[in-house]
């Protein structure tokens, strides 16, 4: 019984400790897939940018294709930019935020709350 308790304790101690190690592991690490696949579609409008002289349109779902985003998959970054042209990805994992971020103002990824509202 006491063995059965001291075991039991000891798991539950080794998950906490765990989980607060992952949790506090750079993003870099933890969503390193995310990140590599979001810097393709970064680069890619950058060059779209480049060549066309403007941003993709956020509707304009035959580019945004082209550029590597797809509408309504949760695997890829939701695409938004605003009149100044700036822009955002946003991965929505559907929790309801922070998410994992691209601002082509600070040009880095983070874990925050979209700074550029979709209409």
């Not at 680069?43 to 480049?50: G, P, Q």
């Not at 985003?69 to 042209?85: A, I």
């Not at 559907?94 to 983070?110: D, F, I, R, V």
Request: proline residues 5%.
């Amino acid at each position: 019984m006491k063995k059965t308790l001291i075991i039991s304790i000891s798991a539950i101690v080794l998950i906490i400790i765990s989980f607060t190690i992952y949790w506090n592991l750079p993003i870099e690490i933890t969503r390193k897939a995310d990140i590599k696949s979001g810097n393709k579609i970064v680069e890619n409008i950058e060059n779209y940018r480049k060549n066309s002289y403007k941003l993709p349109e956020v509707n304009d779902w035959q580019t945004l294709e082209k550029l590597g985003l797809q509408k309504d998959h949760p695997e890829k970054p939701v695409y938004t930019k605003d009149e100044s042209g700036n822009y955002e990805l946003v991965y929505n994992d559907g929790l309801g935020g922070p998410y994992l971020l691209w601002n082509s103002t600070e040009k880095k990824w983070t874990i925050d709350l979209p700074k550029i509202v979709s209409k």
